[in-house]
């Protein structure tokens, strides 16, 4: 696939295609490329679409819920009595604001989850296992990882 994207921009180049032709045919072979079974993550990992939810750990989830929807007009639901998601944006992201599981825990951001491109659950975990990042599993559309420096990233694809 590299040398027809080399071959396009050469002719691109040249003068032998106008612009409008060059990106028709990059989309053209993007979209062949995958139909074709090709890889689901690129070599440089993964390609994140949204910010799927940031999941707060804090001391009164109502208090943090009603702060949120009154003033920043995010949308409550789930609200089960110890913790309430809050949606935003048009891509459908998340607030999720839960009790801290033991009392008296710093209300903390606990981990942010992104939805990334392609979800192929085995290929995710194969990639984050190729990374030596010890991937734990969550449901059947994520992962849990470290980043470097030890915060809890969620790896999600699109529900």
């Not at 994140?48 to 989830?61: L, R």
């Not at 979800?119 to 990042?133: I, Q, S």
Request: proline share 3%; aromatic share 6%; glycine share 8%.
């Amino acid at each position: 696939m590299e040398h027809v994207i080399a071959d396009l921009l050469n002719q691109f180049e040249r003068g032998l295609l106008t612009r409008r032709q060059l990106i028709k045919s990059l989309a053209l072979g993007t979209a062949a490329a995958a139909g074709s079974g090709a890889a689901a993550a690129p070599a440089a990992g993964f390609s994140t679409v949204a910010v799927n939810h940031i999941s707060y750990q804090v001391a009164d989830y109502g208090r943090t819920r009603d702060f949120y929807v009154d003033l920043l007009g995010m949308k409550a639901s789930d609200d089960n009595g110890r913790q309430v998601n809050l949606s935003f944006g048009s891509e459908g992201a998340i607030l999720l604001a839960r009790n801290a599981r033991l009392a008296g825990t710093a209300p903390k951001v606990d981990h942010i989850g992104y939805t990334i491109a392609n979800w192929n659950k085995d290929a995710v975990h194969a990639e984050l296992e190729r990374r030596k990042l010890e991937p734990r599993p969550d449901t059947d559309l994520s992962f849990h990882v470290k980043d470097p420096d030890g915060f809890d990233v969620q790896i999600c694809g699109k529900a």
